[in-house]
């Protein structure tokens, strides 16, 4: 499965984005717990949301709940991030990933197939 995020850019505290996960070959995404990864410079991968294989039951990181949704769109082959009230912690490199199974813990060693990132920073 390869994948394509789309959708990082710059943006002033307070501000939205919205970042697109597409599958450009293999199955849908339907059939994959597709999550949401970021890695700020001098920090470790972290893991902020996810939404599980069909019955797209959807995890947040405490650091983002309320403020972040993630969403799937079958026909489109794709799942998004929609940020909200974005902050300066939130400025890092955006990955999707795909695994088998439900979400669970959505630890990054278990997720196989990673985009490339985009690049979200937050400044004023």
């Known amino acids: 499965l390869q994948l394509a995020e789309y959708g990082g850019g710059s943006v002033q505290p307070g501000g939205s984005l919205r970042l697109s996960c597409t599958a450009t070959?293999?199955?849908?995404?339907?059939?994959?717990?597709t999550a949401w990864f970021r890695q700020a410079p001098g920090k470790e991968r972290e893991g902020i949301s996810c939404?599980?294989?069909?019955?797209?039951?959807?995890k947040y990181a405490d650091s983002v709940k309320g403020r972040f949704t993630i969403s799937r769109n079958n026909s489109e082959n794709t799942v998004y991030l929609q940020m909200n009230n974005l902050q300066t912690e939130d400025t890092a490199i955006y990955y999707c990933?795909?695994?088998?199974?439900?979400?669970?813990?959505?630890?990054?060693?278990?997720?196989?197939?990673w985009g490339q990132g985009t690049p979200v920073t937050v400044s004023s």
């Open positions: 990933a795909t695994k088998g199974g439900p979400c669970s813990a959505f630890v990054a060693a278990d997720f196989y197939s």
């Open positions: 070959s293999g199955s849908g995404l339907n059939f994959y717990a």
């Open positions: 939404i599980s294989p069909f019955s797209g039951t959807t």
